[in-house]
């Protein structure tokens, strides 16, 4: 690829088009992990509901791929960082048609292909083993590289978290993808402000985010991670720049997002919920959506 | 309170203008990181490895290379040279450069990542371990300094660093002797799909192997020279000292078999059962590496295991301390590398 990436000459695969917006879809990511998280009455939900719209955004909006042929050559790369946001990613693949919803009851159980924390070699579509923090984006700029040495037009996201920011080589990977001109490379940042000892500003503050990486020379933009129209605004920006950077799109977004008790708990890294609120918790899913 | 085991040195005398000194200086003052391995008339070839790594690349058009750095103390800057469009400065982030060469792994090609032994063994362990091993990738990881191979003291000296990848499923390990040995190791672990970690000897590389009608086969285990009282049991650099030391044994009627054992994991068990089944012999396993989680205990575990007891089994391997700094041939001696060291230490066990 050269300094010109943009869609033009890109092939289009999108999945069959559908009447569904991606603000349904976003809405049944939210349902798939729900119901996941059910299977082991606890689990990342917060998380998920959180990244929810970006995900339906990415995968419905944004991304190239097949979902009968997940690894086919010219399909755009997700790659997930933060391996435990997986309950997300895989209700996002179940969304797409590459992971079938049946499968959601065997999340974290026993030889299922949905473990806990995301791994490649268990699930179509899971591009890397995520998980131990401060991987993806180094990946990426490999994945990124090679793609280029391919010639290819595919593009390269990355999701990770601003807890994971605390790691240092997320920077190293920041300086390098800037220094080798990596436009195939769309970083995206979930800004929920929570992580495992609390809120990801007070663990160790990592503002101001975006003059960070566009001090590491990065093509910047930060949005509502939980406004559909933002991010389609955003994530088309990012595609269509012809600026010879990476792109990071940085996510504020609300953990739970869509489940008003969920939302208001103080410390829901790591949710317990109670056998009788999933289906309180799906109800006032399903009535947000309506309202 | 800090504390230094380290003392002014006794040869430069008191100190002030008064001292004197005594007359026995050190007999080396050097302690240059890339100092040649290689004895004063002993034969070399320089690069072996930038040259077969070239010379690979020719017909694999998936072969790249990546540093952190160090191409120059890789002999990388060799590849880098003949195919400068295949090489990959990551700069010096090693982190970085193991999840990049993953990454384009991903994507078909086969990356050679060069570092040290200490940065790829220790800073980038988890990047190895869960980028690349747990995928099982095809990822080259090629390690200069491994073992006390330099004098820069424990920052540079990989003395732990089999140890440490002896315990991650899925990577092969291999320690090369020679330039012979190294110029064979390249294309085989090409051919094999899945991760290797390569220990590399690099510059003016000792050539020796060449005169025994060697060759190289990854996983396998071979007889140098066939010995009926000691059988060494080697790998890397100590393969050459274990040839030195059996040809100086000799002198004193001791006679001395070679097993060379480049392949570290998966261990050749067949080849080191069956020699070391034979009656009457001493079993030495020599290594250029802490006497902690190496080829010594791995041979002494496989032993173990299968019930094989040789005449005694001992040690040659550095021991368990960060090393101290200095130059190479005195801390050889020190730590009982050395081929007099050796040769010294096998006598006392007959």
Same mark, same amino acid.
């Given at each position: 690829?050269?300094?010109?990436?943009?869609?033009?000459?890109?092939?289009?695969?999108?999945?069959?088009?559908?009447? @569904?917006?991606?603000? /349904?879809?976003?809405?049944?990511?939210?349902?798939?992990?729900?119901?996941?998280?059910?299977?082991?009455?606890?689990?990342?939900?917060?998380?998920? @509901?959180?990244?929810? /719209?970006?995900?339906?955004?990415?995968?419905?909006?944004?991304?190239?791929?097949?979902?009968?042929?997940?690894?086919?050559?010219?399909?755009?790369?997700?790659?997930?960082?933060?391996?435990?946001?997986?309950?997300?990613?895989?209700?996002?693949?179940?969304?797409?048609?590459?992971?079938?919803?049946?499968?959601?009851?065997?999340?974290?159980? /026993?030889?299922?292909?949905?473990?806990?924390?995301?791994?490649?070699?268990?699930?179509?579509?899971?591009?890397?083993?995520?998980?131990?923090?401060?991987?993806?984006?180094?990946?990426?700029?490999?994945?990124?590289?090679?793609?280029?040495?391919?010639?290819?037009? $595919?593009?390269?996201?990355? @999701?990770? $978290?601003?807890?994971?920011?605390?790691?240092?080589?997320?920077?190293?990977?920041?300086?390098?993808?800037?220094?080798?001109?990596?436009?195939?490379?769309?970083?995206?940042?979930?800004?929920?402000?929570?992580?495992?000892?609390?809120?990801? $500003?007070?663990?160790?503050?990592?503002?101001?985010?975006?003059?960070?990486?566009?001090?590491?020379?990065?093509?910047?933009?930060?949005?509502?991670?939980?406004?559909?129209?933002?991010?389609?605004?955003?994530?088309?920006?990012?595609?269509? $720049?012809?600026?010879?950077?990476?792109?990071?799109?940085?996510?504020?977004?609300?953990?739970?997002?869509?489940?008003?008790?969920?939302?208001?708990?103080?410390?829901?890294?790591?949710?317990?919920?109670?056998?009788?609120?999933?289906?309180?918790?799906?109800?006032?899913? /399903?009535?947000?959506?309506?309202? | 309170?800090?504390?230094?085991?380290?003392?002014?040195?006794?040869?430069?005398?008191?100190?002030?203008?008064?001292?004197?000194?005594?007359?026995?200086?050190?007999?080396? #003052?050097?302690?240059?990181?890339?100092?040649?391995?290689?004895?004063?008339?002993?034969?070399?070839?320089?690069?072996?490895?930038?040259?077969?790594?070239?010379?690979?690349? =020719?017909?694999?058009? =998936?072969? *790249?290379?990546?540093?952190?750095?160090?191409?120059?103390?890789?002999?990388?800057?060799?590849?880098?040279?003949?195919?400068?469009?295949?090489?990959?400065?990551?700069?010096?982030?090693?982190?970085?450069?193991?999840?990049?060469?993953?990454?384009?792994?991903? =994507?078909?090609?086969?990356?050679?990542? #060069?570092?040290?032994?200490?940065?790829?063994?220790?800073?980038?362990?988890?990047?190895?371990?869960?980028? *690349?091993? =747990?995928?099982? !990738?095809?990822?080259?990881?090629?390690?200069?300094? &491994?073992?006390?191979?330099?004098?820069?003291?424990?920052?540079?000296?990989?003395?732990?660093?089999i140890? *440490?990848?002896?315990?991650?499923?899925?990577?092969?390990?291999?320690d090369?002797c020679?330039?012979?040995?190294?110029?064979?190791?390249? &294309?085989? *672990?090409?051919?094999?799909?899945?991760?290797?970690?390569?220990?590399?000897?690099?510059?003016?590389?000792?050539?020796v192997l060449?005169e025994y009608g060697y060759t190289f086969e !990854?996983g396998k285990a071979k007889m140098l020279r066939d010995g009926n009282d000691v059988l060494i049991i080697s790998s890397g650099l100590m393969t050459m000292r274990a040839l030195e030391t059996a040809k100086a044994l000799s002198d004193d009627n001791v006679d001395v078999g070679v097993l060379h054992v480049p392949t570290i994991k998966p261990l050749d068990e067949a080849t080191i059962l069956k020699e070391t089944s034979r009656t009457g012999r001493m079993a030495v396993v020599a290594e250029n590496h802490?006497i902690v989680g190496g080829l010594g205990e791995a041979v002494a575990g496989l032993l173990m295991r299968s019930g094989v007891f040789p005449t005694a089994f001992r040690q040659v391997a550095l &021991?368990?301390?960060?090393?101290?700094?200095?130059?190479?041939?005195?801390?050889?001696?020190?730590?009982g590398i050395s081929t007099k060291a050796m040769t010294d230490s096998i006598k006392g066990w007959l």
């Open positions: 690829m050269t300094t010109s990436t943009g869609d033009a000459g890109r092939q289009a695969s999108k999945p069959p088009m559908s009447n @569904l917006s991606l603000a /349904d879809r976003a809405y049944h990511i939210r349902r798939h992990a729900l119901r996941m998280g059910e299977v082991q009455g606890q689990g990342y939900i917060a998380q998920a @509901l959180g990244i929810a /719209d970006v995900l339906a955004v990415s995968y419905f909006h944004a991304m190239n791929y097949r979902p009968e042929d997940p690894e086919w050559e010219e399909r755009d790369r997700f790659l997930l960082s933060i391996g435990h946001y997986a309950i997300a990613l895989y209700a996002a693949l179940i969304e797409a048609g590459i992971i079938p919803e049946d499968e959601l009851k065997s999340y974290g159980s /026993d030889d299922s292909r949905l473990p806990m924390s995301g791994m490649a070699a268990y699930t179509p579509g899971m591009e890397i083993t995520g998980g131990s923090l401060g991987h993806g984006l180094g990946l990426a700029v490999g994945f990124c590289l090679g793609l280029k040495r391919k010639q290819s037009n $595919s593009f390269v996201y990355c @999701l990770f $978290s601003d807890g994971e920011l605390g790691e240092g080589s997320v920077w190293e990977a920041a300086w390098s993808a800037s220094h080798w001109k990596l436009d195939n490379l769309i970083g995206i940042i979930d800004v929920n402000n929570q992580q495992a000892d609390g809120p990801a $500003s007070e663990v160790t503050g990592f503002e101001p985010l975006a003059a960070r990486f566009e001090s590491f020379g990065w093509h910047v933009q930060r949005v509502d991670g939980n406004d559909i129209d933002a991010l389609v605004e955003a994530f088309d920006a990012a595609r269509n $720049s012809t600026e010879p950077k990476p792109r990071i799109v940085i996510c504020d977004t609300k953990m739970a997002k869509g489940v008003p008790f969920l939302e208001e708990r103080e410390r829901n890294h790591f949710l317990r919920v109670e056998p009788h609120e999933w289906q309180k918790a799906l109800e006032l899913l /399903d009535a947000g959506r309506t309202a | 309170m800090r504390r230094s085991k380290y003392t002014r040195p006794a040869w430069l005398g008191e100190q002030g203008e008064g001292g004197q000194g005594t007359a026995d200086k050190p007999r080396l #003052t050097t302690s240059a990181m890339i100092a040649s391995l290689a004895g004063a008339d002993q034969r070399t070839k320089p690069a072996p490895f930038g040259n077969a790594l070239s010379a690979l690349a =020719e017909t694999r058009p =998936e072969v *790249i290379g990546l540093t952190a750095d160090l191409a120059k103390y890789t002999d990388l800057h060799v590849f880098a040279k003949a195919h400068p469009d295949r090489f990959y400065q990551m700069g010096m982030a090693e982190q970085l450069l193991i999840s990049a060469a993953a990454g384009m792994a991903r =994507e078909g090609f086969m990356p050679f990542a #060069t570092t040290y032994a200490v940065f790829a063994a220790r800073r980038a362990y988890d990047f190895i371990c869960m980028a *690349i091993a =747990e995928e099982n !990738l095809n990822v080259k990881i090629v390690c200069a300094l &491994p073992g006390l191979t330099t004098g820069y003291g424990p920052s540079h000296q990989a003395t732990e660093d140890a *440490i990848f002896r315990g991650m499923p899925n990577i092969t390990i291999v090369p020679d330039a012979h040995e190294i110029e064979q190791v390249v &294309p085989a *672990i090409a051919a094999h799909q899945g991760p290797v970690y390569m220990r590399l000897l690099r510059g003016n590389v000792p050539l060449d !990854l802490t &021991p368990d301390e960060f090393l101290d700094a200095g130059a190479l041939p005195t801390l050889h001696d020190r730590y």
